[in-house]
Structures are given as structure tokens and as C-alpha cells.
């Protein structure tokens, strides 16, 4: 009888241990997916918009301050990096087109420095959209003879000079490379070309 009680005893205090690492698992998966959501939207509202492009609300010059953290300045709060956003703007005063693809490329990249790692989805959310503007880039500034068409290494050299600059802006610092690169490490998932539209910014093809 006392060996029965003792038994009944362990088992009792085994599903009790069992339920309660069950509702605490529980518990953590459903904030984990909150948390994921709660990025993943995050992500997909960050977008360019016209009056960026347009310059609107340009931003002081940071001037040292752009340097003193991975994240840099954003004073007027639109995702990109308040010295990134200036150098594109002196680069090419003339060209709404050439900016709009720049700006979002460079914001982009930005994500990939600052936002939390939640899990893989998040960090390939980002990776979608760094695609997303890639081919808004080259689709818009260096566009293809057809669709079907390879680009011939004049064209890719046109390409690569539009992203080296912004890169040789955005990840200026090796902490930023290092941000960078530790985004990606071992936490990127698979995946394909964004559904979204490619381009933040409509009537690109009407800009100069």
C-alpha cells in the first residue's frame, strides 16, 4: 500500500512537471508568433514613398554622429540613414528615377543592419525584400532588352556601379559589415521572388 502511494505520488508529480513544460512551451510558441508577425509586418510597412524621392523632408547633415552606432541617424524617420539618404541626393540631384530605386535599395540594406532577429521567417522577409530592390534596381535603371534576355557584362558593370555605391555608403564601417553579416548567419531559410510589386514608388517610369 505504501509503495502504491508512493508510485501514485511520482506520477502525479511527473504530470504536473509535464503539463506545466507543456504550457510554458505552449506559452513561448504563441509569443514567438506574435513576435514574428509583429516583425513581419513591421518589414512590410517600411516602403518608400514620393515625397522621399522628391525630398520633402531631407534631413540635417548628421555630420560625426552618422559614425557613433550601427544604426546611424534617421531624423525623419523614414528607414534610411540620414547621411545615405543625403549622399544619394548630391549624387544625383537630377534624377527622381535614379534616386527612387537608390533610396529603396539603401533602405533595404538598412533593414539588414537593424532589425531584430526573431527567427528564420524574419530574417528572410528581409532577404525578399534586399531581392525585391535589387530588381527594382536593375529592372529600372538598366532594364532588359526583353524579359526573356541576359545581360551582357556592360550592363551587369552598370548594375554593380549603382549597388557599390550605395554599399560603399551604407555598410561604411566594419561593425556595420559585421551587423551584416551576422544578420544572415545561419538563419536564412529559403526562398523566391517577392509577390509584392518590385517597386515602392508608382510611375517610375515617368520619372526622370
Known sequence: MKNFKRIAKWVGLVLVVSFVALFVSRMFHVYNLEK?????AKIHAT?????????????????AEA??????IDANKNGIRDDVELAIFKEY???????AVLLQYALALQMEVIQPVVNK?????VATE???????????L?????PE???????IEKINMYTAFVKNKQLNTEARKKSQHDFYQGKLGSYSESTNVVCDTDHLLFLN
Do not use: F, H, W, Y
Open 36 to 40: 514574428t508577425e509583429e516583425q513581419v
Open 47 to 63: 516602403r518608400l514613398t514620393m515625397d522621399d524621392v522628391m525630398g520633402k523632408s531631407l534631413p540635417p547633415d548628421p555630420g
Open 67 to 72: 559614425d557613433k552606432t550601427i544604426a546611424g
Open 93 to 99: 540631384p537630377d534624377s527622381a528615377k535614379t534616386r
Open 121 to 125: 521567417e524574419t530574417v528572410t522577409e
Open 130 to 140: 534586399g531581392s525585391r530592390a535589387d530588381t527594382c534596381l536593375a529592372d529600372t
Open 142 to 146: 538598366v532594364p532588359r532588352k526583353s
Open 149 to 155: 534576355s541576359s545581360r551582357n557584362d556592360t550592363e
